[in-house]
């Protein structure tokens, strides 16, 4: 075994000490945002007209449901506790396929959310004749579908060797796969989407809110436009503090213990702004969204009626 200094050995304890407290926060975030999303899944039934945004606003709460669980709870929750799922042997490929489709289908089913908040306000008309919730459904279907589709190749990938779940398939070949799923797939494509998008919504609300226009469809747009640019920046700002500490795990060399402390240390810092991204959305809309907060408190009212 390495020979380490004292000073390098109270380092590397420092370390997994944050480590550990980190991941214990992860886990916590994880099981409220389970139940955060149950909430905003049971809130969009209460938003108005049943149309699209409610569709995809619900098929969200479902996939940041299931994306923050495996994220939060079982990932986090393994490396806290010595008991990794993906170590079973029937678990191993499926369950980095299943990880990878879950958070592909999340980050593109907000996507799809912008998408057709962008055309309910630019093309109103097109939108109350054409995107109805059937569509929306079909929309969410393909969403998943494809999600899952480009996530294949892990059942390839991953198999169970030495007791632990490993990538053992021809990593030379799947090497720019990975990373392009990784870099853009996961991140950039929808971030970039998201991004652009935002202009035009924070252009719409500055312009609305000269107009002061009073009428119900006007106050419903505004209301659903100001809820969706805020769960908007919160993603882009957790997608973008993720990136920079999974760059900075992947560069991080192995020298001495203490490089491999930090190494792990980061690899659990990069989850947690995933683990957030998938757990506030109800607090988000909640906050900017008064049309959300009258749905919420009508919600309450027919659990606790």
Known sequence: MQNISSNEEREVQTLEAINKYVSYFGIIVGCCGVFLNLLSFRTANFLGKYNSSIVFIKMLAIWDS??????????????IFGFNVANIA????????????SSYSANFHLVALVIDRFIAIKFPVFYRLKCQPKYAYLASFMITFLSYLVSAPAIYLFSKENGECLMT??????????QFL???IYSSLPFSLIFIFNFYFIYYL??????????DRDFQNRCMTLMLTTVSISFLTFTLSSGVLLTWHFNTTHETAADVALDKLLAVLAEIP????SSLNFI??????????NA??????????
Request: glycine content about 10%; hydrophobic content about 40%; proline content about 0%.
């Open 90 to 101: 029937f678990f191993c490929r499926f369950y980095h396929f299943h990880s990878w489709g």
């Open 182 to 184: 990784t870099y853009f």
């Open 274 to 277: 995933i683990v957030l991204n």
């Open 66 to 79: 299931v994306a923050v669980f495996q994220d939060g709870f079982i990932n986090l929750g393994g490396k």
């Open 284 to 293: 988000f809309f909640y906050l900017s969204g008064k049309g959300y907060r």
């Open 296 to 305: 919420a408190a009508k919600m309450t009212s027919s659990i606790c009626s």
């Open 206 to 215: 500055t312009t609305m809110r000269k107009i002061k226009s009073s009428s």
């Open 169 to 178: 398939g021809n990593l030379e070949f799947f090497d720019w796969y990975i």
